[in-house]
């Protein structure tokens, strides 16, 4: 399949193409800079460059491929700017997939659930400072009533490992090397703390 990725040069993006490209698949990948284009070149993929916020770009992409993962969102992601260009992004591939059957995959971050592990089965409430990307994720799940073949892939809280370096665990990383303290949920029992 061709198969056309936002987000190919970011980090989960990294994995998923020479995943794609090993299983014997085309891959395009956006890039919305000359480094990002670079990063994707040398994965083995197409380049489509072109900006998230531009829909036209994403219509065109989907429109060549036979499916769509979409992995790119605008940093700080919980912004009000970032989940719009996110709701356009996917209502265009819902749009121009519409009735063909073919793959949107939208990935998701799992939910916090108070007083238990969450899984990527707890039901969608758009609620809390990710509600609108919940909002999305879901829009994304009801392109199937319009004849797209979409699925979530609901991620870990944090997707870390060698080579990542602005994700979640990094940053803890570099907190506990400035402050020389790392810091570990426990039960509450400490009772006291290393001077600083
Ligand atoms: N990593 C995690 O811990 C984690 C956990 C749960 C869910 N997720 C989800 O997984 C997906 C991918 O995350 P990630 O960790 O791979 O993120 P990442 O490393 O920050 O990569 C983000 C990707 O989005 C692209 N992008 C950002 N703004 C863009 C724009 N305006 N136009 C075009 N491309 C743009 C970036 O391109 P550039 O190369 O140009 O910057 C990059 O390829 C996201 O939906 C995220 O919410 C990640």
Redo the contacts with the bound molecule.
Sequence with gaps: MRIFV?????????SVVPELLSGGHQVVG????D??AT?VADLGAEVLR?????TDVLRAGALDSDGVI??????P?VSEAATQ??ARAVETFATTLADTGKPLV?????LTVPGRVATERDELVAAGPIAA?ITNMKAALAAADRGVRSCLV???????GAG?R???IPQLIAMARTRGISGYIGEGRAVGLPSM
């Design positions: 936002t987000g190919a040069s970011g980090w989960v993006g990294s956006l890039a919305r800079s480094a990002s990063a072109g900006d998230l916020n531009d979409h992995l790119a969102f605008v940093v992601s260009t996110d939208v990935s998701g971050g799992t990307r609901m991620l870990p809280r944090s997707v870390h990542d602005h994700g979640f």
